[in-house]
């Protein structure tokens, strides 16, 4: 069976880890952010249990291979800063979806360039992903510039797919397909699966 207990990415100034019930603070002070949640699948949250519920879920969805969930910690201060998720997978088809969140302060850097690149260079190299696929708010531009730098291209517009808090929002649908994907790499001259995956 598959599962993403005890798996660790490492990207150049973070590592991907699993989250544990010490990282609740950090969990709900991002999702508790109104401009961080601005797009988001929920309204802000207002309650602090619900980052200690995200993670006891989350230790038995990576048991049991269902979500793979990963906490960036960044290597110079070891501060939990965001997430990063691989959810909804359909393996005859080898797709899932991938959902993402940083802590706003800090945004632009290019930590979320760094771990969604080692994220989907195990999902692609060691899941044997065959497409990955993003929705996000058409209002979100940032989302459309991370997804942009890593190759997906926008493939739809699905009308009203969202109610959140009362307010309708549509979807623009992105994909990311592995031959893309092995394409950047060899652009890049890097081999896909660079990252070592840590796995016990
Ligand atoms: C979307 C989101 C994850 C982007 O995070 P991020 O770390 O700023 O994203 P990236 O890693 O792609 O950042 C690249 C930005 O950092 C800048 N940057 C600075 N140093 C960089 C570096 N070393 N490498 C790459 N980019 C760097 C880039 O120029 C770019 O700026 P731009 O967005 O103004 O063009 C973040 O804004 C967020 O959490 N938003 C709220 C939640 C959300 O909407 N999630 C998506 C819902 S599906």
Not at 116 to 127: K, T
Not at 160 to 183: F, K, M, P, Q
């Amino acid at each position: 069976m598959l599962t993403f207990t005890h798996l660790t990415l490492p990207a150049p100034r973070l590592t991907l880890r699993p989250l544990h019930p010490d990282d609740a603070p950090a969990v709900y002070a991002m999702h508790a952010d109104p401009v961080t949640l601005r797009y988001w699948s929920t309204p802000p949250w207002a309650d602090p249990k619900l980052a200690d519920e995200l993670i006891s879920r989350d230790m038995q969805a990576m048991a049991e291979g269902d979500y793979l969930r990963l906490g960036l910690q960044r290597q110079s201060d070891g501060r939990l800063i965001g997430l990063c998720t691989l959810f909804a997978f359909y393996l005859p088809s080898r797709r899932c979806e991938i959902g993402y969140i940083l802590a706003r302060e800090h945004w632009g850097q290019g930590y979320m360039h760094e771990a969604l690149d080692a994220l989907l260079d195990y999902g692609f190299a060691v899941l044997n992903l065959n497409r990955v696929e993003a929705d996000i708010d058409p209002r979100n531009e940032g989302s459309q510039r991370t997804l942009a730098r890593l190759g997906f291209v926008q493939e739809g517009h699905l009308r009203e797919r969202w109610i959140v808090a009362g307010e309708v929002s549509d979807t623009h649908l992105y994909g990311l397909l592995r031959r893309d994907w092995l394409a950047r790499r060899a652009d890049a001259g890097a081999a896909p699966g660079g990252a070592a995956p840590q796995q016990g």
